[in-house]
């Protein structure tokens, strides 16, 4: 069965200082995966997606992250932390064309300091 | 584009009483939508696949009966709480398929749920 983890819960990082999210995902065939942020009491905003191609993909908020198949990994990063990026942030994998459904993540929430 | 709004954004019932919530795609038609719950500081889980013109599907463990879905047109599904109970107080989120991707999905803001 299809499955992501995000084995950090929590995170604290500096204004100014990089991040990477840890996702790891199961799936037997190749994934679709997506990262999506939610803010306190907000729905979810897609920050990137992996369907196909270029491994390292680019998404909004100068986020990036890159699809490794042999690791089952697909790490979010971004080179300096804003303050406004202080979030829960998801992972999730696309889970079987027949029901187009999302699995989720436990999600990390990332705090920044300033 | 892609926006789905929800509403109301916050609710408050009576035990016992029933809470209609809507989930609208403002600017696509969506032929699928998602209704999803979650618990404070927890991850979302997925209740039921709505298809317009068709039944629910629910996951298993979701009373169907208790969690009433309707997709009536292709811009609008509600979600019926029935009877609530203070733990089915949550916050409830949907999402629309993307018509251009399978997997993609929009998601609303959100409902917020309390129920005394």
């Known amino acids: 069965a299809q499955s992501v983890t995000q084995p950090d819960i929590h995170i604290t990082v500096s204004e100014g200082a990089s991040l990477e999210l840890r996702c790891n995902y199961s799936?037997?065939?190749?994934?679709?995966l997506f990262w999506y942020v939610q803010s306190p009491g907000q729905g979810l905003q897609l920050l990137l997606k992996y369907f196909s191609g270029d491994t390292l993909v680019q998404g909004i908020k100068g986020f990036e992250a890159e699809f490794k198949r042999s690791q089952s990994s697909f790490n979010l990063r971004k080179p300096s932390v804003h303050w406004s990026d202080a979030a829960e942030y998801f992972c999730?994998?696309?889970?079987?064309?027949?029901?187009?459904?999302?699995?989720f993540g436990t999600g990390t929430l990332l705090a920044v300091q300033p | 584009g892609a926006v789905v709004s929800q509403h109301p954004s916050w609710v408050i019932c009576k035990s016992g009483t029933s809470v209609k919530i809507e989930c609208r795609s403002l600017d696509f038609q969506a032929t699928t939508m998602f209704w999803y719950r979650q618990f404070p500081k927890q991850s979302l889980m997925l209740m039921a696949t709505s298809n317009e013109g068709s039944k629910a599907t629910y996951e298993q463990g979701v009373e169907k009966d208790k969690f009433l879905i309707n997709h009536a047109s292709l811009t609008l599904s509600t979600l019926t709480v029935t009877s609530a109970h203070p733990e089915d107080s949550s916050f409830y989120i949907c999402s629309a398929r993307s018509p251009d991707s399978s997997y993609e999905q929009y998601f609303g803001p959100g409902t917020r749920l309390t129920v005394t």
């Open positions: 999730a994998v696309g889970a079987g064309s027949a029901t187009n459904k999302l699995i």
């Open positions: 799936y037997g065939a190749t994934p679709y």
